[in-house]
């Protein structure tokens, strides 16, 4: 009954290639995020999604492209990954998109070689 | 635009020591504030929160009240555990959709 789940867990690509990573959340929510934490654990917010519609777009490489196919699930893919891309993805949900706790699933870290 | 400032680390402490790690923000009108706590290998997850001036939010010991007048909602824990080892966000919420996180302190505990 894990309330925000993530997949792969880990996921080692080599430059060059589109990934996807899939999120769901069984809370009812709302609201869904997509976080890049750097190897210092700083956290960069990247998309969110409020009913299926997007209420943020932080400036990120357009090589990223978020999809909500219903409330319930946020994916990411990622087009010609580089070096760079390596870190931790998280995906988070919330009641709301203004002061409400957000959720946090367990990552997904990539490495591009 | 809004903006969480907390005190770099990593914070080093024996067990049994005080804990303070401090927070202070700069936002429009009146944000929530919490304290996220992330351990080794996990996503982070809600410590405590305080969605109003003066409130106190408190959690396994740790506890952070909401200073409107200093914009601070610094972390406090008596006694701290090796347990407790991990990455604490200091982050507000509130006004724009686009919540505001700190960038993490760490905090070590030996035995």
Known sequence: DTAVSQTPKYLVTQMGNDKSIKCEQNLGHDTMYWYKQDSKKFLKIMFSYNNKELIINETVPNRFSPKSPDKAHLNLHINSLELGDSAVYFCASSLDPRRETQYFGPGTRLLVL | ?111
């Open chain 2, 1 to 111: 635009g809004n903006s969480v400032t907390q005190m770099e680390g990593p914070v080093t402490l024996s067990e049994e020591a005080f804990l303070t790690i401090n927070c202070t923000y700069t936002a429009t009108g009146y944000p929530s504030l919490f304290w996220y706590v992330q351990y080794p290998g996990e996503g982070l997850q809600l410590l405590l929160k305080a969605t109003k001036a003066d409130d106190k939010g408190s959690n396994k010991g740790f506890e952070a009240t909401y200073r409107k007048e200093t914009t601070s909602f610094h972390l406090e824990k008596g006694s701290v555990q090796v347990s407790d080892s991990a990455v604490y966000f200091c982050a507000l919420s509130g006004g724009s959709y686009i919540p505001t996180f700190g960038r993490g302190t760490s905090l070590i505990v030996h035995p």
